[in-house]
């Protein structure tokens, strides 16, 4: 979406359909004014946190610099909890994150806003010999929840065979595979497995960081990378990872589930899938914090998110808030330019309107 479009949006908003899609309250703001250009200074601005979103920063900061040669954008790959942590410590401009601020989080740290970039999936990943890539094994919330909580311990077990009919599965064990860091990923995959199988997961065991079930063979690993490497390297590993890797799961030749939703269908997340996930929820409040988690219909891809810039609105000058302000305006407008690249796709233009809002609150 160009600037001029996204000015369009935010003009319209007020009276188009996609007010219907926002609460009342954040529509009746009106439009508020855009920040498109950074200050003239030179000036770094520093991104860490979700390893879900490193593939789309290190797109965005060369393209940003290459519009605006005065501000350079570093990035770190780290975790979502990390980067919230350094957003709140003031350690970083933009702590990037796959879960939205806690309860706990918006009390400590009350100038923090969680601004959705762009939307995402979770995939799931398995190592299941003699089952190629293109098998696409299909699981559900249930299945799942059994296996990490040790409860399903090889692959041909019935309950896995039952959803599988015709494909040939061993008797390999199962190494569930769980990042071992503070992890927005583990959120949307401890959500899913919770929303469709409570009496297995129940509600205690849904965070960044949960308290996994002891089995033999469990394993831990930090980042993105960790989980796509451990399961690459170990016989009947299955675990998540975001869909931003998916060239890298490719490559690894690791197997790709075809996720169970709400309707019973098992879907695979691409493009289709997840916009129809994302059509499934018609109501992010102002502060955008939601759960796109198991959403109604046939086509639906059950585990999506937005993506969350986490931001201090109470900025150290004048100058670093027009730089932000004018970065991540950039980001849900001519920055969808390279959300396709990683398998990303762009805010509902309702969204837009709201991040747009939550950036204009950022002042220094």
């Not at 860091?181 to 965070?207: H, K, R, V």
């Not at 330019?337 to 990303?344: D, E, G, I, R, T």
Request: charged share 10%; net charge negative; glycine share 10%.
């Amino acid at each position: 979406m160009t600037a001029p479009v996204l000015a369009a949006v935010l003009g319209l908003a007020g009276c188009t359909a996609g007010a219907a899609t926002t609460p009342a309250s954040s529509a009746a703001s009106g439009p508020v004014p855009l920040a498109t250009t950074p200050a003239s200074a030179a000036q770094k601005l520093s991104e860490t946190g979700s390893s879900v979103m490193a593939p789309l920063f290190a797109l965005w900061g060369p393209a940003y610099h290459a519009k605006f040669s005065q501000v350079n954008i570093s990035t770190a790959s780290s975790s979502s909890g990390a980067g919230i942590s350094a957003a709140a410590a003031g350690t970083t401009d933009i702590g990037a994150s796959d879960a939205y601020l806690s309860p706990a989080d918006v009390t400590k740290y009350a100038s923090l806003v969680n601004i959705p970039l762009a939307v995402a999936a979770l995939m799931v990943i398995c190592h299941v010999p003699g089952a190629g890539p293109s098998t696409h094994l299909k699981l559900n919330g249930t299945v799942l929840a059994r296996i990490f909580a040790g409860q399903v311990t090889t692959w041909n077990d019935p309950a896995i065979k039952n959803l599988n009919p015709g494909v040939t599965l061993p008797g390999t064990a199962i190494v569930p595979v769980h990042r071992a860091d503070t992890s927005g990923s583990t959120f949307l995959f401890t959500s899913y497995l919770n929303a469709q199988d409570p009496a297995d997961w129940n509600s205690s065991l849904i965070g960044t960081t949960v308290a996994w079930p002891r089995q033999p063979g469990q394993a831990g690993a930090t980042g993105s990378s960790g989980i796509i490497g451990a399961v690459r390297d170990t016989p009947g590993a299955i675990g998540y990872v975001g869909v931003s890797y998916l060239s890298a799961v490719t490559k690894d030749g690791e197997g790709e589930v075809a996720l169970g939703n709400a309707a019973g269908t098992y879907v695979l997340p691409t493009a289709s899938s997840v916009q129809a996930g994302l059509a499934s929820f018609t109501n992010t409040p102002a502060n955008e914090t939601i759960s796109l988690i198991n959403g109604s219909g046939a086509g639906v891809y059950p585990i999506i998110n937005y993506e969350y810039a986490i931001v201090s609105t109470a900025q150290a000058s004048p100058a670093r808030a027009q730089d932000l302000r004018a970065f991540l305006t950039w980001a849900i407008s001519t920055g969808t330019a390279q959300l396709a690249q990683v398998n990303f796709e762009p805010l509902p233009a309702s969204v837009v309107m709201l991040s747009q809002a939550q950036i204009a609150e950022i002042k220094g």
